[in-house]
């Protein structure tokens, strides 16, 4: 059975405070893994795709990299408008839907 | 402009009404997907589809159904033998073809009483 487990739960930075979110998974195969931004009652956003182990992806102050058994989202220099919920999902080769981590909740403050 | 709409936003019932949740992509999607997100929780799969006319049952699809007459369109019906059906309910879709990526519609709340 597929699991993924996000740590922190939550997380509170101050304005320039760069940290990092991990999503620790346990697949059968690995044919992604996925992150996502979700805003409170609001529908995820989509932010990464990751395939392989050693791969990078950026946007703006968020950079995903993935090893095989663990992701991590870093956030360089926050800003309070980056706080949300960070979800992390694999899809694992013997299925055709994403499993989900529960998220990391982060705060950002001025 | 593309995207996925649910509605209705919120929507209240009574216990033992079954409550049918709206979702359509125009995005040109193959496969759609609903979830639902319980508080601090991540998002468990209810129901999925590949294509038109097929779908599968996810992790927690006990007590909902769902129909997929249309490409565009995935409703869901939360029936009356769902013992907790109080939660965010979310519809998803994917390109499919070897694209996963799962792109979300705003939601729908729902509170049965």
């Known amino acids: 059975e597929d699991q993924v487990t996000q740590s922190p739960e939550a997380l509170r930075l101050q304005e320039g405070e760069s940290s990092s979110l991990n999503c620790s998974y346990t697949?059968?195969?690995?044919?992604?893994l996925f992150w996502y931004r979700q805003d409170p009652g609001k529908g995820p956003e989509f932010l990464f795709t990751l395939y392989s182990a050693g791969e990078e992806k950026e946007k703006e102050r968020l950079k995903a990299t993935l090893t095989k058994k663990e992701s991590f989202l870093h956030i360089t220099a926050p800003k309070p408008e980056d706080s949300a919920t960070y979800l992390c999902a694999v899809l694992d080769t013997g299925r055709r839907a994403l499993t989900f981590g529960s998220g990391t909740r982060l705060q950002v403050q001025p | 402009d593309g995207g996925i709409t649910q509605s209705p936003k919120y929507l209240f019932r009574k216990e033992g009404q079954n409550v049918t949740l709206s979702c359509e992509q125009n995005l040109n999607h193959d496969a759609m997907y609903w979830y639902r997100q319980d508080p601090g929780q991540g998002l468990r799969l209810i129901y999925y589809s590949q294509i038109v006319n097929d779908f599968q049952k996810g992790d927690i699809a006990e007590g909902y159904s769902v129909s997929r007459e249309k490409k565009e369109s995935f409703p869901l019906t939360v029936t009356s033998a769902q013992k907790n059906p109080t939660a965010f309910y979310l519809c998803?879709?994917?390109?499919?073809?070897?694209?996963?990526?799962?792109?979300f519609g705003p939601g729908t709340r729902l509170t049965v009483t």
């Open positions: 998803a879709s994917s390109p499919g073809g070897g694209d996963y990526e799962q792109y």
């Open positions: 697949v059968s195969g690995l044919r992604g």
